[in-house]
């Protein structure tokens, strides 16, 4: 009896990235708890499932971009664009605590001082389901830095393994004034690394790396700053979709 096809559910994520001297592009990355039904003990990048509200054309007051400069990212997407855009932010915001948002003077949020303890309250209040990213922005005052956010390739979890995603990745710079970190929920962990030196960790065994996520790295050890990461961002380039096969008896 063959085994059944396993659902293919939608997700977005984003690879933050900062300049840090003398280190170079760094990338936040958070370990998800061993007992996580998907990827346990991994390092990741901040994502999740889209879900049927990300889509909600309610969030376009609330959202300032993709830019025109950014239409080739759109087309890549396609019609479901906005979904993965509102998904991303959302679940940046959730697992990592960093809100990619203008506040109503255009300004990056900073979430610094008193803005602090009221924002982490939000960031579990939306992640347990008692409030959307909608309501926060109307709170606040806030539109989503979706001009901030690149779509960078997509990648269909292969045909055999028990949880299939079908992942869009969007690269973006981290506000400078928000550092991240995990939510001690889903995640116990959480650094700033290079891209190299994430790598390094991972062939020495002790930073644990989904396959997708080492190719995403090695893809970006050839970018040595956020302004050569932003250039290539914005120029004509392919923004594939990546299906591996597993191989026989994987």
Not at 20 to 44: D, H, K, N, W
Not at 91 to 112: H, I, K, M, R, S
Request: charged content about 25%; aromatic content about 10%; glycine content about 8%.
């Amino acid at each position: 009896m063959s085994k059944p096809v396993q659902p293919i559910r939608p997700a977005a994520t984003i690879i933050l990235a900062r300049d840090s001297a003398p280190q170079g592009l760094e990338l936040f990355m958070l370990r998800r708890t061993q007992g996580s039904a998907f990827a346990g003990g991994m390092y990741v990048f901040p994502g999740g499932r889209v879900e049927g509200d990300d889509h909600l054309h309610a969030y376009d007051p609330y959202r300032t971009g993709p830019s025109e400069a950014q239409q080739p990212q759109l087309d890549a997407i396609g019609h479901e664009w906005r979904g993965f855009w509102i998904a991303a932010i959302r679940e940046t915001f959730e697992e990592a605590g960093v809100l990619l948002a203008y506040n109503d003077l255009g300004q990056l949020v900073t979430l610094e001082g008193e803005k602090r303890e009221r924002f982490e309250a939000y960031r579990h209040a939306i992640h347990d389901g008692t409030l959307d990213l909608e309501t926060l922005c109307k709170q606040e005052g806030l539109t989503l830095a979706c001009d901030r956010v690149h779509f960078y390739n997509r990648w269909v979890t292969p045909l055999g393994r028990p949880r299939r995603f079908d992942t869009r990745f969007f690269i973006a710079e981290a506000p400078p004034q928000q550092v991240g970190l995990h939510d001690d929920k889903e995640l116990d962990d959480s650094c700033w690394i290079t891209p190299e030196q994430a790598l390094e960790r991972h062939r020495a065994g002790d930073f644990d790396l989904m396959a997708v996520t080492v190719k995403q790295l090695e893809g970006l050890c050839r970018f040595d700053s956020i302004d050569a990461l932003h250039r290539w961002a914005l120029s004509p380039r392919a923004m594939p979709t990546i299906r591996p096969v597993l191989p026989p008896g994987a």
